[in-house]
């Protein structure tokens, strides 16, 4: 069964920092993309950043380059992203994603439950 | 990038309707749509992929389908847990998500 378990979310100040964390079981993590998609209070889904199987290739929504970094450990089986210069509109439950492919923009078959990021004084 | 756009944005129907969401790419994205559902508190799910393909273990009540860049999804036999908001999303290059349906009892 596939699992993915977020965590690392919290309250933080504007311009602040944080790194999430997402925990992946049940499949074979090097064969595999995967993105961070997060959700606003009352919005829609906005893809935020994927990276590719082997971790060699990274991207970006227009709306994080330069503040995010997604970085995963296949020997571990770890997905990451450092949230950096934090904003209050990044405020959003941010979500770990499996693609169905080695390729970033593959469909996300599987998701987590999300972790909550606040940026707020 | 390729915006997407959904209508409606929200719907009322009952269980046992025939429900139709549609999505429109602002450019030819070939098959490249995916439908997602989403209840809240939980974790989106992949319905549909390839515009018409349905993901291992979703319901054949639910089903996709193109005509160039306009994308159906139908739900046919509306079902409790059904009620939840939609969303399609286009993989052809960066991924963007349309605003979402919500379906409402």
């Known amino acids: 069964e596939v699992q993915l378990l977020e965590s690392g979310g919290d309250l933080v100040q504007p311009g602040g920092s944080l790194r999430l964390s997402c925990a992946a079981s049940?499949?074979?993590?090097?064969?595999?993309?995967m993105s961070w998609v997060r959700q606003a209070p009352g919005k829609g889904l906005e893809w935020v950043s994927g990276?590719?199987?082997?971790?060699?290739?990274?991207y970006y929504a227009d709306s994080v380059k330069g503040r995010f970094t997604i970085s995963r450990d296949n020997s571990d089986n770890t997905l990451y992203l450092q949230v950096d210069s934090l904003r209050a509109e990044d405020t959003a439950v941010y979500y770990c994603?499996?693609?169905?492919?080695?390729?970033?923009?593959?469909?996300?078959?599987?998701w987590g439950q999300g972790t909550l990021v606040t940026v707020s004084s | 990038d390729v915006q997407m756009t959904q209508s409606p944005s929200s719907l009322s129907a009952s269980v046992g309707d025939r429900v139709t969401i549609t999505c429109r790419a602002s450019?030819?994205?070939?098959?490249?749509l995916n439908w997602y559902q989403h209840r809240p508190g939980k974790a989106p799910k992949l319905l549909i992929y390839?515009?018409?393909s349905l993901h291992s273990g979703v319901p054949s009540r639910f089903s996709g389908s193109r005509s160039g860049t306009d994308f159906t999804l139908t739900i046919s036999g509306l079902q409790p847990a059904d009620f939840a908001t939609y969303y399609c999303?286009?993989?052809?290059?960066?991924?963007?998500f349309g605003p979402g349906t919500k379906v409402l009892i």
């Open positions: 994603a499996k693609g169905r492919s080695p390729y970033y923009t593959a469909p996300f078959d599987f």
């Open positions: 049940g499949f074979t993590f090097t064969n595999y993309a």
């Open positions: 990276i590719s199987d082997s971790g060699t290739n990274t």
């Open positions: 450019q030819s994205i070939s098959t490249y």
């Open positions: 390839a515009a018409s």
């Open positions: 999303q286009q993989s052809y290059n960066a991924p963007t």
